[in-house]
């Protein structure tokens, strides 16, 4: 089933955009123009998500105030800022409200936000699938890696990976010999990047395996194709 993202905007154009780009990614948009409209709808059903400007026609923090109610209604549900006002003071007083994230127009993209929407969607199924009874486990060689857990293993030893790393690696485990492109790796791990970033982060990675084993190849470069895991 499709999340329901709430998205609280007084600027009729930037709504429309807004919601075209996160409905081509298979997201339920509910969207709203000010702030008494949100809370009478968030009232009857909270959404999985809600994105809220901050300055919401006559109301210099009518966003504020939103997420104020939000929190009182449900303490975890993700909510991100995304606004004109690009102050520290601002930015600091959003996170201290609650929100998971503070993004600015000026500097978001329409390709950018529903990539980190994904990304916090994922750290919510993180946070509710690490029983012991979903963990899933990969093996592969000498790899163990327990996909819920966030957790690597290389011949028993843990390898220590970022949040970005492990998603890089994951995608190249889970087909082992399968070449994953740029793209697909980028997709994966929720940025958007260069291909030099991806190559900078798979180089990394390289590293930190080869601290644990000096012998370790198991991910090959494939010139003008991208990367594969060979077991």
Known sequence: MAYTIALVEDDERLR????????????H???????????????????????LDIMLGEEMEGGFELCR???????????????????????????????WDYLTKNTTTLDFLPV???????????????????????????????????EVFWKDAPLNLTLTEFWLLLSL???PGHVKSHAQLMEAASVVVTNNAIAAHIRRIREKFRELDPQFDCIRAEYGMGYRWVE
Do not use: C, W
């Not at 429309?16 to 997201?27: C, D, F, T, W």
């Not at 948009?29 to 999985?48: H, M, N, T």
């Not at 993180?126 to 966030?150: A, M, T």
């Open 116 to 150: 980190r929407i994904a990304t916090l969607f994922k750290m919510m199924e993180v946070l509710k699938g690490n029983s012991p009874q979903e963990e899933k486990v990969i093996h592969s060689g000498s790899l163990r890696l327990q996909e819920q857990r966030k």
């Open 173 to 175: 485990v889970q087909h």
């Open 69 to 99: 109610e939000i929190r009182k209604a449900s303490p975890t549900l993700p909510i991100i800022f995304l606004t004109a006002r690009d102050s520290d003071l601002d930015k600091v007083s959003g996170l201290r409200l609650g929100a």
């Open 29 to 51: 948009v509910e969207s709203y123009s000010g702030r008494s409209e949100a809370q009478a709808a968030f009232a009857r059903q909270l959404p999985d998500l809600a994105i």
């Open 16 to 27: 429309a955009n807004y919601s075209q780009a996160l409905k081509r990614q298979g997201y």
